[in-house]
DNA sequence: TTGCCTAGATAACGATCGTTCTCTATTCTA
DNA sequence: TAGAATAGAGAACGATCGTTATCTAGGCAA
């Protein structure tokens, strides 16, 4: 990959050329595995178990367990930002943009295994003990925040209505995994519909109740 | 050990006086540590330090730690329900009693130490691993809606209301807790005037935009 | 006062955790 | 083909967990 060694790549020690494939292993292993119990309640046994990757590799892969757990967390933030901007993409009308947010949810909400988001559960999990996992949690909500204020902002909505679709999701997310329920998200869509046909209105000037009732 | 020896009550071993004290420093040391590291971070000889109750007094009072973590539940529950209706209780303008809650939430979480909603902590830490927790976590969440409910019911608006209202409030709680901010409390309750006066206009036939703007 | 029973402090126990070390077999260069 | 270095499997290590047992001192009935 640099000048000479690379025509018959002696030893290079450092990068085999598995290693990305393994790493990719031992992530996809942990992501389910702290999704659906914790991260504490996972052990290291189990995770080479799962991964079928040797303790030994494991601990050259990652310097730590910690380690694994923040890039399980990063996994997961493109995951979600992935499917949330799929739905998104599915239209062009700014106000059903706003609302595949929750029909996003809806569909999550009843796929198997859904335990809650996995940045709130992490949140609880860890409390403050992790400086770097609650950096990382706190990073992910603020871009969700962000892309959610931009989609609102294309809506022509003004700045409020974004934290409040915003909130609207987390709630819906938690109430929906404590009660294993995906009534949540048609709730939530229900509200937001509401609160983004009044943002409209009152900054666009239509007339009362534009769609709904 | 068995027939006359109740006569005088010689040496009653069951319950001493005593017991109901000890438990309550137990439980409130609890409540603290529990609440703010997450129960597995804390371990039965700090709960022994901070509450003054010896171990073997502890295992007397209480039968393992999984119990004290339950009762810990309980006393939060009633915590919070008294903090709730409290707020609610200091008016009886329906549509007020509504956004009390949301005025209870800005004071919640502006409280020193507030770290999130310490059922959703519990539920994000132990996952599906104790049914118990995972079952007193659900108890909680349902009486709050049904109480909010309630609440909606005596306003007069319909019933979809109040499950709205409810997302609202935990999605503040959780977005609150991440963030660092109560910000979210004030969004929550301005989103929920908007969903309640559109309920309230809905079923009652008021004009457009009764109150605001 | 004497003897018994219990309280409290603490050590010990078994289990499990994350991490490291050992030992053997294999692989790959010269 | 000879040899060196690494990979893998698993034991071992130190720490910590929840829980229990041990030991000593003290309180109370007779």
Redesign the interface.
């Known amino acids: 990959m640099s000048t000479a060694e690379s025509a018959r790549a002696p030893r290079r020690i450092a990068e085999r050329p598995d290693d990305a494939a393994s790493r990719e292993l031992v992530l996809a292993a942990a992501g389910q595995l702290f999704y659906?119990?914790?991260f504490?309640?996972v052990g290291m046994d189990e995770l080479r178990t799962q991964s079928g990757i040797p303790l030994k590799r494991l601990y050259r892969l990652f310097p730590s367990k910690e380690a694994i757990v923040e890039e399980v967390l990063f996994a997961w933030q493109r995951m979600w930002t992935a499917g949330v901007t799929a739905q998104v993409e599915s239209t062009l009308v700014p106000r059903e943009r706003l609302l595949a947010v929750y029909d996003f949810l809806a569909g999550w909400f009843t796929s198997e295994g859904f335990?809650?988001c996995a940045?709130?559960?992490?949140?609880?999990?860890?409390?403050?003990?992790s400086g770097n996992i609650t950096d990382i949690?706190?990073q992910h909500?603020?871009h969700f925040q962000t892309y959610l204020a931009q989609l609102a902002d294309e809506a022509g909505a003004p700045a409020?209505l974004a934290?409040?679709l915003?909130?609207?999701?987390?709630?819906?997310i938690?109430?929906a995994?404590?009660?294993?329920s995906a009534?949540?998200a048609r709730?939530?869509r229900?509200?937001a519909e509401?609160?983004i046909d009044?943002a409209l209105q009152?900054s666009a000037g239509g007339n009362?109740?534009p769609s709904h009732?």
């Not at 940045?119 to 003990?129: K, L």
């Not at 915003?166 to 819906?172: D, R």
């Not at 995994?177 to 294993?180: D, F, H, P, S, V």
């Open positions: 659906a119990r914790g504490t309640a335990r809650g940045f709130i559960n992490s949140f609880g999990e860890v409390g403050g003990a949690v706190r909500k603020k409020s934290p409040q915003a909130i609207l999701a987390e709630g819906a938690t109430t995994a404590i009660a294993a009534e949540p709730h939530a229900a509200a509401i609160l009044v009152g009362c109740h009732a």
